[in-house]
């Protein structure tokens, strides 16, 4: 069976139109293309008014908001915590992070596979593929918004034998004998 859109004028079979219950045949006057062209449009000329309603719609809707948050959220909570943890054990991809540590680290696309990053162990300098997670934390280091500089290790091996690892508290010792022997020589403090 087909239909006339009312927009376009042409004949389209009906499953080219939405469905409309409240019609008399069933389905919308104008067919889906027209409907999605209308909406293109619509957002286009009306970002503003669509940015204001929305705005508005947070405003007054808070606790329905955050009800309809939870009940996803407990319904869908497995899903998450597993896609979660998926996402951040996997290998980090180049396009994701490469350009947020180049400053910062030697990166390069893993030569097998071009989507994934990689980067050079600490100590033994070789490259690897580290998780998302360990980029993350990287980044979050960098940023000074956790303590430590969780550099990259290809292995916790590499990890316990890496000298710069253990500069950070070897410094602080040098700099408390230091102030010691200053303090003996009254020179400061
Ligand atoms: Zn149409
Ligand atoms: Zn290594």
Same mark, same amino acid.
């Given at each position: 069976?087909?239909?006339?859109?009312?927009?376009?004028?042409?004949?389209?079979?009906? !499953?080219?139109?939405?469905?409309?219950? /409240?019609?008399?045949?069933?389905?919308?006057?104008?067919?889906?293309?027209?409907?999605?062209?209308?909406?293109?449009?619509?957002?286009?000329?009306?970002?503003?008014?669509?940015?204001?309603?929305?705005?508005?719609?947070?405003?007054?809707?808070?606790?329905?908001?955050?009800?309809?948050?939870?009940?996803?959220?407990?319904?869908?909570?497995?899903?998450?915590?597993?896609?979660?943890?998926?996402?951040?054990?996997?290998?980090?991809?180049?396009?994701?992070?490469?350009?947020?540590?180049?400053?910062?680290?030697?990166?390069?696309?893993?030569?097998?596979?071009?989507?994934?990053?990689?980067?050079?162990? /600490?100590?033994?300098?070789?490259?690897?593929?580290?998780? !998302?997670? !360990?980029?993350? /934390?990287?980044?979050?280091?960098?940023?000074?918004?956790?303590?430590?500089?969780?550099?990259?290790?290809?292995?916790?091996?590499?990890?316990?034998?890496?000298?710069?690892?253990?500069?950070?508290?070897?410094?602080?010792?040098?700099?408390?004998?230091?102030?010691?022997?200053?303090?003996? !020589?009254?020179?400061?403090?």
């Amino acid at each position: 069976m087909c239909k006339l859109c009312k927009k376009c004028g042409l004949e389209k079979e009906l !499953s080219k139109f939405h469905r409309d219950k /409240t019609r008399v045949d069933g389905v919308y006057p104008q067919c889906k293309i027209c409907v999605k062209e209308y909406g293109k449009e619509y957002r286009k000329t009306n970002i503003k008014k669509i940015r204001e309603s929305k705005k508005e719609y947070r405003k007054t809707n808070v606790e329905k908001i955050k009800e309809h948050k939870k009940k996803y959220y407990k319904s869908n909570a497995e899903k998450i915590i597993d896609k979660t943890k998926e996402y951040r054990n996997s290998f980090a991809l180049y396009n994701t992070f490469a350009h947020q540590i180049s400053y910062a680290e030697e990166v390069r696309q893993d030569p097998e596979n071009e989507q994934l990053l990689q980067v050079k162990c /600490t100590y033994c300098k070789e490259w690897f593929n580290p998780t !998302s997670q !360990s980029v993350i /934390t990287r980044i979050m280091a960098l940023e000074g918004k956790i303590k430590g500089e969780l550099k990259f290790y290809c292995s916790n091996g590499c990890k316990k034998l890496c000298p710069i690892h253990w500069q950070k508290n070897i410094l602080k010792i040098k700099n408390l004998m230091f102030r010691d022997l200053y303090k003996k !020589s009254g020179l400061i403090w």
